[in-house]
């Protein structure tokens, strides 16, 4: 049995080596983690109302960094560009897969380089509210949320030495909850809330068209 799992990890070290973005590598990669975008089921993202999310239009990305103050969105080892949004798509409340049903694999920088530590956060929010994390967050509309943040050890980035350390899960992840989303005004809202002013603005103009008005009586 142990023979046949040193063969299995050996075929899945092989198997990730021969990915085009470890072979292929990029600059400065060798400062990188590598992590599961995963998460398990007593770590499952919600709605406002406490419901796990799922459907296509809740989605999700990694940030990651050094330090605290410096997380940036992680980089996907397929593509080594910035990650895409993942949507829910697995099963409720859990991270969801890439366009090809596979688990993402995503690269941070490491406070000493690969295979070391970095800070990660996970955020998600509703695609009907805003495209990116960053737009809902300015809108402050809600439908958006994020983990506290976490310190984890990373597996190999490309060209990092040692090699053989794989992606490794996100264990420090905790649920969290998206925002409650607050409606925009509609039309008739908009005009109940300017009555007030428009009755008072037709009371003034109507008083100055009367002009002032005599006292006392005429001898």
Not at 16 to 39: E, I, K, V
Not at 114 to 124: E, K, P
């Amino acid at each position: 049995m142990k023979s046949a799992s040193k063969v299995g990890l050996c075929m899945l070290v092989t198997c990730l080596l021969l990915q085009p973005g470890w072979a292929q590598g990029f600059p400065g990669d060798s400062l990188y983690n590598s992590f599961r975008f995963f998460n398990g089921p007593d770590q499952l993202v919600y709605d406002s109302d406490g419901m796990p999310l799922f459907g296509p239009e809740f989605v999700a990305m990694l940030y990651g960094g050094a330090t605290t103050d410096s997380l940036q969105p992680a980089i996907e080892l397929e593509t080594l560009a910035v990650m895409e949004p993942v949507a829910f798509n697995r099963s409720p409340g859990r991270l969801g897969l890439d366009h090809r049903g596979y688990n993402v694999t995503a690269l941070a920088l490491g406070t000493e380089g690969c295979g070391s530590q970095s800070w990660l956060q996970v955020v998600a929010w509703d695609t009907r509210v805003a495209p990116t994390y960053e737009a809902a967050v300015e809108l402050d509309l809600g439908g958006y949320g994020a983990s506290d943040l976490f310190l984890q050890t990373g597996g190999s980035a490309p060209h990092c030495e040692p090699q053989g350390l794989l992606p490794q899960p996100l264990v420090g992840l905790e649920s969290f909850r998206l925002l409650p989303v607050i409606p925009e005004p509609g039309t008739t809202w908009l005009v109940l809330l300017g009555l007030p002013g428009f009755v008072w603005f037709r009371w003034r103009h109507g008083q100055k068209a009367a002009g002032p008005q005599a006292g006392g009586f005429a001898d």
